[in-house]
Every structure is written in C-alpha cells, then in structure tokens.
C-alpha cells in the first residue's frame, strides 16, 4: 500500500494531524501565566540580529560599490592625465601652420618662405609668385620638386617605411598647494636650473601660472623634480608628443629644389656664356676680316684715278661693314651683360631660398629639442585636502549616521519599562 | 508565526506582557504537546511534563537570548530535557502502548488511510529516526533549530532527516 503524493507531505500532514492542545489546556495556561513575573530593573532586550545584520550587509555592500567605483575612477584619471598622447601629424595642415607661425614669429629670414610655404600645401599648387621666381626653362626641375613637396604634405601619408621620430614634446601640470608663490618660485628655479627659460609668470595670492622651455634631454629630470614638490595627490601632468616628420620632409624636399634651382641656374649662366664667347669670337673674325681689307686696300698704290675711286668706294663700304660687325658686337656684349645679371640674379635667389630652408630645417630640429611647457598652480583647503586622502568619506559619513541610528534604535529598546512588583 | 512576530511576543513577555505570553502558548502548546505524547505514550504524562516546560521557560525567560535561535526551538529543547530526566528517573515501564483511536483524538477529523500508514512506518523506525521526525514534521522546527536542540551541525541535521525518510520509504514498500 503506497502514500498517496510524496512522502514529504504525508508526513506534513500527518503532523499537522498530531498538533493538538492537552485536555486542561485553559487551566494549564492560567496556573503558568500566574508565573510571569515582572523582572525588577532592565530586561535584556531581544536585538533583532537579522535587522542589524541586513543594515551592515548593506552598507558594507554600498561601501565595497563605492570604494571600488571611486578606486577604478581614480585609476582612469591617472591613466588619462600621465598619458603621453602620440598626435599623427600625416594630414599636415595643423603642425605645418603651427611651425611656419613659430618661425615666422622667430623673424627669421625663412619667413617670407615660410609663408610661401603654406601658400603651397594650403593651394597643392604653385604658386604665381613662385612660379615666376623659377620662371626659366632650366628650373622646369625645381618647379616639380615644390610640386612634389605640396602633394606630399597635403593630404597624401607619409610613407611607413620611414620611420624616424621627430617628436615636439609638451608638457602641462597642474599642481595643488596651500604655498603659491613658493611653489611658484621653486618651479622658475627649477626650469632655470635645467637650462631652460621661463616665458610667462603670473602670481596671484591663491593661483599661479607659468609657461616656459626646457631642453628635451632635461625633460625626466625636470618632470621628476616638479613631481616631488608636492604629494602624488595635488599633481597632475599631461605630456603630448607631435611628430613633426611631414614638415621635416618637407623642409628636406625644400633643401633639394632649392639645390637643383642653384644648379640650373649656373649651369645656364654657364651655357650663356661659352655661347657668348662663341658668338663674340665668329663677330669679331668677321670684323677683323673687314678691317684686314680695309688695310689692304688702303696700303695698295695707284695713280688712276678711276681706281684711287673704287678704292675709295670699297673702304667706304667696308667700313660700314665693320661698323655693322662692331654694333653686332656690341649689342651681343649687351646682351650677354642683361642675361648674365638676370641669371646672376636668380642664382642669388636660388641660393638664398637654399639657406633658408637649410635655417628652416635648423629651426625645425631645434623646436624638435625643445620642450614647451604649462604649469598651473591652485591653492587648495584644508577640506579639499581631506577630501583627496579620504575620497569617500562621504561613505564615513554615511556609515557613522547608521551607526548613529542603529545605536539609538538599541539603546531605545533596552530601556526597561520599570514596573513595580505587584506583589 | 514567523521570527519576527515571535520575538517581539518574547520581549514583550519578558517585560511582563502576559498577554504576549498567552499568545506564545497558543502558537506553541499544539506542537508541544503533539511532539510530547509522541515521544512519550502517555497523554497525561505528556500534560505533566508539557506544563513543568512551561513553567521552566516562564520561569527562565529573562534569560533567553536570541542568538540565531527562536524561542520554539528553545522551548522543545526544555522539553526534550525534560523527558530525559523523566526516562532517567526509570520511569520507561509507565509508557503504554497508545491505540490509534487514542492518537486520533485530535483536533482533526478520523484518521486517514496515509496517518495510519505513516503511524505504522514510523514504528519501524529507530527512536533516534522518530525523533527527528516528529521535531521536523511535528514540532515544524528548521533544520537550523533541529540541529541547535539535539546539539549536532545544521548538515547533520538534514542528512539525519534524509536518511529517516528514505528508511520510511523503504518500510513502506
């Protein structure tokens, strides 16, 4: 004979069945009831252990979310502010502009160049200017090269397999301090000491700002030394590194047009030249070839008259001749002297635009060296501090009102309701 | 009744609230009792040590701390003593033999075929086995509880119940 249903709730049942009262229940309850007493003094009250348990469960849990959100938050800042941001500089246009702005503010002689330059990446052109400045059958080269340079900075990436690094750090911090204006002090001390120059100081009571230059080479040194000025907390830095490879390369590929513009240019005034000392030696043996006749007939003797005529007529004619060869020499002397002046003219230009993007490839190496740098400098409170050492104290706060809470809820229940005994 | 309510009966009785006792009574005694003349046959002996139960937890009920234990668990645990030290005192040879119709005297209706059919598996059971049931089933006491009052682990507790079970399956079949 099986149980009807699992055997779990045969056995509830048939427990329910066995509950039952005695057969003097009420007098039973009486005679015990006739024993409650009431304690004298306190009573030990009942905590309710599973509410107090639940509370710190969950604070403890709130503690844990917000200690490990404020930890991870923490740590992305970090990460975020100490991050050294590598800007692709293939598109060009920004660090091209940013540099031929630096060296045209430097006074350079590279400046009219340097807008010339950007003139060329902005137009991916030549141009009229320029155009007319290599204007010549021999700079046909030249013109290409810049032609060349515009496509290359704008818009087209630099080739992967050059991998050189010409990296324009900067540096910018931000340091939090009740003492401003030492801080402020060290920090100009600091650069100095580094071989570096301080370009702005602004000191007030309760900020500071400060931007400078420094070598590369002092760039750990100095960022390790700004660092220990005050604790890891109240500092943050922010370093950011362009790669300035477009504008070497176009500074190289400047340096070369202007190479082959030189070139072209002297090799023309030379082919000028031999074709001028060609022409003036045909000339003048032509002209010396009239003059001989005009000796030779001048030197012949004759009584005739009619012949001392001819002769006549004939070193007339001959020395119109030679007048004729003399202007032709003349004017290809002339001609030579414009030709040469002009050619020596652009040779000049040539060469000058040569040293200039030789200085500009100088100057770009030099802003590759040095480092441009920020500082910020904040006062910060006693609050603000506590807050950096303590980040969720609010947290604290939180758990001492439940403490506060839960204590006053404990202490409430233990006060003993002090009734007298009745008997 | 859940714990709750039951220790909030509890301390309102410990600071002299008969009527928070009287309800405890009225929640308890039908287990109490039920458990007691299980384990012991005898209904009036069962009375008598059910009343010195209660008398012994009016009269030590200052003392009572909720330590992760309720109060019922507390009270069965007298109880449990107290019919130790009745069987101590040699007196085994006063229980008798109850009939069915003696159990059927409940506040429940005749007997079913499945009461009848568990009465008789039970009897097939160790004492230890019948205890635990009836602390479980009777009684409806926790695991955690079962465990506290006969002083073992909260795992032994379940496996003891489980076992007991599965011997009552067997005798069934």
Redesign the interface.
């Known amino acids: 004979?099986?149980?009807?249903g699992p055997?779990?709730k045969?056995?509830?049942?048939?427990?329910?069945?066995?509950?039952?009262?005695?057969?003097?229940?009420a007098e039973?309850?009486e005679?015990?009831?006739q024993?409650?007493?009431?304690?004298v003094g306190s009573?030990?009250?009942?905590?309710?252990?599973?509410l107090v348990w639940g509370t710190l469960s969950g604070v403890l849990a709130v503690l844990v979310l917000f200690v490990g959100a404020n930890l991870l938050k923490q740590k992305n800042l970090a990460t975020t502010n100490q991050q050294n941001m590598y800007l692709d500089c293939a598109g060009g246009e920004i660090c091209s502009s940013d540099f031929a702005v630096e060296n045209y503010e430097a006074g350079s002689a590279a400046a009219p160049m340097a807008a010339t330059s950007v003139s060329l990446k902005a137009d991916a052109e030549v141009s009229p200017s320029a155009k007319l400045a290599l204007q010549d059958v021999g700079a046909d080269r030249a013109i290409n090269a810049m032609g060349t340079t515009a496509n290359m900075v704008e818009g087209t990436e630099i080739s992967v397999s050059d991998t050189r690094e010409f990296l324009k750090y900067t540096y910018q911090a931000n340091i939090k301090t009740r003492k401003v204006a030492e801080i402020s002090n060290r920090l100009q001390t600091i650069v100095r000491g580094y071989g570096g120059r301080v370009d702005i100081i602004s000191v007030w009571e309760k900020s500071g700002y400060i931007t400078f230059v420094i070598p590369k080479a002092s760039l750990e040194g100095f960022k390790n030394e700004t660092k220990g000025l005050v604790n890891a907390r109240f500092f943050t830095e922010n370093i950011q590194a362009q790669n300035l490879l477009p504008e070497k390369i176009s500074k190289e590929n400047s340096i070369d047009a202007a190479i082959v513009g030189v070139d072209s240019y002297v090799g023309e005034l030379k082919m000028l030249t031999e074709q001028h000392v060609q022409s003036i030696a045909s000339l003048e043996k032509k002209r010396n070839a009239v003059s001989a006749n005009i000796y030779k007939l001048s030197r012949e003797v004759s009584t005739s008259s009619i012949r001392q005529e001819q002769i006549k007529k004939e070193i007339a004619g001959l020395n119109n001749a030679k007048a004729s060869w003399q202007r032709q020499i003349n004017a290809e002397h002339e001609q030579y002297a414009a030709s040469k002046s002009y050619l020596d003219e652009r040779i000049a230009m040539a060469k000058s635009q040569l040293e200039s993007s030789k200085q500009q490839d100088v100057a770009l190496q030099e802003a590759v060296e040095t480092v441009r740098g920020s500082i910020q400098i904040s006062w910060v409170s006693r609050v603000d501090i506590f807050k950096a050492y303590v980040p969720f104290y609010w947290i604290l706060v939180v758990l001492v009102v439940c403490s506060v809470v839960l204590l006053i809820n404990y202490f409430s229940?233990r006060r003993?309701?002090n009734?007298e005994s009745k008997n | 009744m859940d714990?709750?309510e039951e220790?909030q009966l509890?301390?309102r009785?410990?600071?002299?609230d008969?009527e928070a006792?009287?309800l405890l009574?009225d929640a308890l005694?039908?287990?109490l009792?039920?458990?007691l003349?299980?384990q012991l046959r005898h209904?009036d002996l069962?009375?008598d040590i059910?009343?010195e139960t209660?008398?012994k937890a009016?009269?030590h009920?200052?003392t009572?701390?909720?330590?992760?234990v309720r109060f019922s668990a507390w009270i069965f645990a007298i109880a449990r003593n107290e019919c130790r030290q009745h069987w101590r005192g040699g007196n085994k040879e006063v229980m008798v033999d109850m009939t069915t119709e003696d159990?059927a005297?409940?506040?429940?209706s005749t007997?079913s075929?499945?009461?009848l059919?568990?009465?008789s598996t039970l009897a097939k059971l160790s004492a230890e086995e019948k205890e635990i049931?009836?602390l479980?089933?009777?009684a409806?006491l926790s695991f955690k509880e079962i465990a506290s009052i006969l002083e073992i682990s909260m795992v032994a507790a379940r496996v003891r119940i489980h076992r007991a079970?599965s011997h009552?399956?067997m005798a069934?079949?």
């Open positions: 004979m099986l149980l009807k055997l779990d045969q056995f509830k049942n048939w427990g329910k069945h066995k509950q039952t009262l005695p057969t003097a229940s039973m309850k005679r015990i009831l024993h409650i007493k009431t304690p009573v030990a009250v009942v905590k309710p252990y599973r229940r003993a309701i009734i | 714990i709750r220790l509890v301390a009785a410990q600071a002299g008969k006792f009287a009574w005694t039908p287990k009792y039920g458990y003349v299980n209904k069962a009375e059910c009343q209660w008398l009016a009269g009920l200052h009572f701390k909720n330590k992760g159990f005297d409940s506040i429940h007997p075929t499945d009461y059919l568990v009465e049931i009836e479980r089933y009777i409806d079970l009552a399956r069934i079949k």
